[in-house]
């Protein structure tokens, strides 16, 4: 699979202000990149499908006004936090797809603790 | 959609004895179906997967079953170590390079 790098790894922010999470696909050009959120104990789930040069496909429920995602190129996709509240706080996580139908591994980041106080 | 349903979620074993973790998906269409190991403040680390080919899979002491019949699939750690101790999820892939679809997590405890 595609080395993937995240940063920050984790960052604490104050109520009201935004905050960018970026995903490098290293080695791999990746037309498209997901974003997932977990909050603790619980599970990865789905916000939204980060696309190269196109609109991201929003799940249902997230709010693309509040969750901007900016994929310029094919190595960068970036999430921002707009006007964040304690709520926001959670672990985010990218994961770029494998190459071609035929392929299977995906690749994590190593994830982004936000703590909005 | 897929759903995936991971059961159970929580277990602890003696050092030594094997832990299984079972999974269930619904699309009948799904493809490929991944284990991810994640400790704490990390990402998900792939440890083993299968594809719908396939019905058994086995990585030194970690093994996966796909039974596409019944659409459920486990995950078989033998000689369990304390360093094994972690919370597993199973996922599942509905086609192409669609994103995974996660279970709510196992959380591993091996006591030494």
């Known amino acids: 699979g595609a080395v993937v790098s995240q940063h920050p790894s984790r960052v604490i922010c104050k109520s009201g202000t935004s905050v960018k999470i970026e995903c490098r696909s290293l080695d791999f050009q990746a037309t498209t990149m997901f974003w997932y959120r977990q909050f603790p104990k619980q599970s990865l789930m789905l916000m939204a499908t980060s696309n190269e040069g196109s609109k991201a496909t929003y799940e249902q429920g997230v709010e693309k006004d509040k969750f901007l995602i900016n994929h310029a190129s094919l190595t960068l996709s970036t999430l921002t936090v707009t006007s964040a509240h304690p709520e926001d706080s959670s672990f985010y996580i990218c994961?770029?797809?494998?190459?071609?139908?035929?392929?299977?591994?995906?690749?994590f980041g190593s994830g982004t603790r936000l703590t909005v106080v | 959609g897929e759903n995936v349903e991971q059961h159970p979620s929580t277990l602890s074993v003696q050092e030594g004895d094997s832990a299984v973790i079972k999974c269930t998906y619904s699309?009948?269409?799904?493809?490929?179906f991944p284990w991810y190991k994640q400790e704490l403040g990390k990402g998900p680390q792939l440890i083993i997967d299968i594809r719908s080919n396939v019905g058994e899979k086995k990585d030194q002491r970690i093994a996966v079953t796909l039974n596409k019949t019944a659409k459920h699939f486990s995950l078989h750690i033998t000689e369990t170590q304390p360093e094994d101790s972690a919370v597993y999820f199973c996922?599942?892939?509905?086609?192409?390079?669609?994103?995974?679809?996660f279970g709510k997590g196992t959380r591993l405890s091996v006591i030494a």
């Open positions: 994961s770029v797809p494998p190459a071609g139908l035929n392929n299977y591994g995906y690749t």
């Open positions: 699309d009948s269409a799904s493809n490929y």
């Open positions: 996922a599942a892939r509905w086609r192409g390079n669609t994103p995974l679809v």
